[in-house]
């Protein structure tokens, strides 16, 4: 499974998971292993990634993407991916 490091929302209009294009908003990722930065839609990063609580993993929402996204800056994140 990748870690992902959560940097910042983005305006970038394609998503580099499904390809989908003209999106309004994407969050921008940094893979831990490899460096590789990517932008998933926020349908597609809230797939992918998993948040741990109480020993447990869980699909996170697409509210609580955004908020991440939106204080990485302030909050730094890793997540894994289901991947």
């Known amino acids: 499974m990748a870690k992902y490091r959560v940097i910042k929302m983005s305006d970038q209009p394609e998503?580099?998971?499904c390809g989908k294009k003209n999106l309004k908003r994407t969050v921008h990722l940094e893979?831990?292993?490899s460096g590789q930065e990517v932008f998933?839609?926020?349908?597609?990063?809230a797939s992918a990634l998993r948040q741990v609580y109480r020993g447990k993993k869980y699909k996170m929402s697409r509210e609580g993407v955004k908020a991440?996204?939106?204080h990485a800056k302030t909050y730094p994140?890793?997540?894994e991916s289901v991947r």
């Open 40 to 45: 998933f839609g926020v349908d597609c990063a």
């Open 31 to 33: 893979d831990i292993e």
């Open 15 to 17: 998503c580099g998971c």
């Open 68 to 70: 991440i996204a939106a």
């Open 77 to 79: 994140s890793v997540l």
